[in-house]
């Protein structure tokens, strides 16, 4: 079944990218401000870009993941413990400061009709509408991994009980052939994949952004901003694939995906930039919907299934100083990623 999921995601994934520039194109009334342009130098900017990026996003998805091999990095260990609060405070931030905010821009543009994208404010419904959707995602889908998973080991009782004729409940080889799933280690699972999905969302968009980008003054604080989020937002991703105890392709999949979707969204801008048009309407619905819907899922999974969840773990609340240093470490990723804001 999670095979099945993923080749789902996978494939919504690539008919998001493959689709998304078709509705940029067109013609607007608006007027397009003027920016210093130099498209040459734009170029190898762009095309320093892609592999910056890149190597940024791979390197913070993997510092997580490096608790296989460094003892300090393990999830059960304070160290992890205060990274992962960091990358919280990322997350949240980029949700509340970085996405919905370019989602209200997109949907109250003066590019669109005053009615209905002035009169209602859309990208609260939206982001709303999201976070209960994946709330309401979160429950159904553990609940069926959960129950996947113990039919699956009932199936294997039964099986193994007629292969041996013993009708014990359990036999302790059953048991060190396939160990139960914890329901921590399920929710992981879940919270893992959703919010790979909420962060991919938002990196096609901004990649394109970067891409059809002619003004080298304009990129240039981009890319470095870009650099910091792919970072950062790599650490809270890798952390949470890290305590999902995945198989070792299923976590090379995830992390590749994280690492290449904003290079991907950066090259199909460079491809779109002469027929690109940032004012078109059909455009600016699309971006700031899916926006919209990222802002939600983002907020959703930092306050709910990662704060809210670590920060009222017993061992957070019996050791002062793991509070106090979580609580730093928190704030301190919400207030670095805000301060990003000001290039992107």
């Not at 304009?218 to 901003?225: E, G, N, R």
Request: charged letters at 15%; proline letters at 5%; one cysteine or more.
């Amino acid at each position: 079944m999670v095979d099945v999921k993923q080749t789902r995601f996978v494939a919504f994934l690539c008919c998001f990218v493959v689709l998304f520039p078709s509705v940029v194109l067109g013609g607007c009334t608006c007027e397009t401000k003027e920016r210093s342009r130099n498209e040459p130098v734009a170029l190898k900017y762009k095309v320093v870009a892609i592999v910056w990026v890149f190597l940024a996003g791979a390197m913070g998805v993997s510092f997580p993941l490096l608790g296989k091999t460094i003892d300090a990095l393990r999830p059960e260990r304070n160290v992890f413990f205060v990274i992962k609060a960091f990358a919280s405070g990322v997350i949240l931030s980029t949700g509340f400061i970085h996405v919905f905010p370019d989602a209200t821009r997109y949907l109250t543009s003066p590019c669109l009709d005053d009615y209905p994208w002035r009169k209602f404010p859309f990208a609260g419904l939206v982001a709303m509408v999201s976070a209960i959707a994946t709330l309401m995602a979160d429950v159904f889908v553990t609940s069926h991994y959960s129950n996947s998973h113990l039919n699956d080991i009932t199936r294997q009782v039964s099986r193994d009980e007629e292969r041996t004729g013993v009708n014990e409940h359990v036999n302790p080889s059953i048991s060190m052939s396939q160990p139960p799933i914890s329901s921590e280690v399920i929710r992981y699972r879940v919270l893992s994949q959703v919010l790979e999905f909420g962060v991919l969302v938002h990196s096609v968009i901004i990649g394109i952004a970067l891409g059809t980008s002619d003004d080298p003054k304009q990129i240039k604080p981009l890319l470095a901003a870009l650099t910091v989020h792919q970072v950062f937002e790599g650490v809270g991703i890798g952390g949470c694939i890290s305590q999902a105890q995945l198989p070792a392709w299923n976590v090379a999949i995830m992390s590749v995906f994280f690492s290449v979707t904003t290079p991907v969204g950066i090259g199909i801008g460079i491809v779109i930039t002469d027929i690109y048009d940032e004012n078109n309407p059909e455009a600016l619905i699309i971006q700031g919907i899916f926006s919209a819907a990222s802002a939600g899922i983002l907020i959703y999974m930092a306050l709910v299934n990662l704060l809210a969840v670590d920060f009222m773990n017993p061992k957070f609340l019996n050791n002062r100083i793991l509070k106090v240093s979580a609580s730093v470490s928190l704030l301190l990723g919400a207030g670095l990623m805000s301060y990003m804001a000001i290039w992107a």
